[in-house]
């Protein structure tokens, strides 16, 4: 029953003023909320990314230096280039070895635990294992489910799947945003000239200011799968780029040397690394985007000690 200004129940009696107070108050909170919900999870999404990029800094760190230190204690040539120690049969077999770098998790023979399969692998693949990407990729109308090192996803003729791994560096961007490329080894030499193995101080017959040193690096392509990318467009380095965001646009890539292997534009569960480049791809304000992404690549240096 309504008396006056109040509503009279059986069991208490409410000013209506402060009913309306009250859903005022939820709707500022809903508005409150909604503001501060943005900035938090920014903090979140960026707090576990950069996470992940320093776990994977840290991985990379590791394998580089043990990849330099077995690379320099093994008994190789001393004219022998770092190509050609990667291809002596010994380090593939102890090392590391490129044709390894994708997992086919739908071959297993029954029985067989993922943790034997890689017990049998060379010491740095096995160092790589934490790195690597689960995905399902469909591929000549099949699926496979695989675990491989993150990157672009090449065909190979020496690989156990058929499949292998390199890495794409982002060398220029247009200013519509498409990008040229440089393809990279996961494990390569340190050296002025990249195509002339001699300029690289491995070799004691090398044409640099350095001979008879491992220098190495291990590249791990870090891309978000919380953060876009944005690029930057003169001005200063803390200048607003929030409307520079990156289209994803595989068709328009250049590639400044071949692919060391077929490319392979499959359609993948994880689309943090899609596409025919794996410069991957995600969906923000309405755009099909690149991740935020940056190379991380960790070096290391010995000495050989070892010639025959």
Known sequence: ???????????????LRSRLQRRRQHGSVLVEFSLVALVLYLLLAASIEFGRAIFDAQAAADAARVAA?????????????????????????????????????????????LDQVFAAMPIVNRMLRPLMIEERVTIAGGDRNLLRYPGALLTSATSPTGLTVAIPEVVAR????????????????????????????????????????????????????????????????????????????????????????????????SPVYSGPFGLGQQLALGKTVRPFRKLVSAQSIYRREVFR
């Open 1 to 15: 029953m309504r008396r006056g200004r109040f509503i009279v129940s059986s069991r208490v009696v409410i000013p």
């Open 69 to 113: 230190r077995e690379l320099a204690l093994t008994p190789l040539p001393a004219g022998a280039t770092f190509d050609d120690a990667l291809a002596d049969p010994t380090v593939k077999a102890r090392i590391f070895d490129p044709d390894l770098l994708v997992v086919d998790l739908d071959t297993f023979p029954t029985g067989t635990a």
């Open 174 to 269: 247009a200013n519509d945003g498409t990008e040229t490329i440089r393809w990279l080894s996961v494990l390569e030499e340190i050296r002025p000239d990249p195509a002339d193995p001699l300029s690289g101080p491995f070799s004691v017959l090398s044409t640099g200011p350095d001979q008879g040193l491992v220098a190495l690096r291990v590249n791990v392509p870090f891309q978000a799968a919380a953060l876009s990318g944005y690029m930057h467009q003169g001005g200063g380095t803390f200048d607003p780029n929030g409307t520079n965001v990156i289209v994803a646009n595989d068709a328009g890539v250049a590639q400044v040397n071949a692919a060391p292997g077929g490319l392979v534009d499959a359609d993948s569960s």
